[in-house]
């Protein structure tokens, strides 16, 4: 099992930004953001496989987010900008060996970082 681990996360006023880490034990294809508000379904935000050649937004965060990785230090970056309080939720990053935007077909987690944006 792929072990993960996030940090970043924090409290910021709408318009600010925050960059959120997670560092993975092994390389797996896909490594993607969820996140998950009260009330809500997890949501996929972004997915980076091949080794950074391929990336992809949901359409509500694109332009706004930037997915990244170093792959010497198997660790994954989502720099958010421009945050919006409706960005408000517990943010996890995820591994699976397939590209995919489906959390059920991640079979690795992290234990999720809250990250909450005021008006």
């Known amino acids: 099992q792929v072990q993960l681990v996030e940090s970043g996360g924090g409290t910021v006023q709408a318009g600010d930004s925050l960059r959120l880490s997670c560092v993975f034990s092994a390389r797996p294809l896909c490594k993607s953001w969820f996140r998950q508000a009260p009330g809500k379904e997890r949501e996929f935000v972004a997915l980076i496989a091949w080794n950074g050649g391929t990336t992809y937004y949901a359409e509500d965060v694109e332009g706004r987010f930037t997915i990244s990785e170093d792959y010497d230090k198997n660790t994954v970056y989502l720099q958010m900008n421009d945050l919006k309080p409706e960005d408000t939720a517990v943010y996890y990053c995820?591994?699976?060996?397939?590209?995919?935007?489906?959390?059920?077909?991640?079979?690795?987690w992290g234990q999720g970082t809250q990250v909450t944006v005021s008006a």
């Open positions: 995820a591994g699976s060996s397939h590209y995919s935007l489906i959390p059920r077909e991640y079979t690795s």
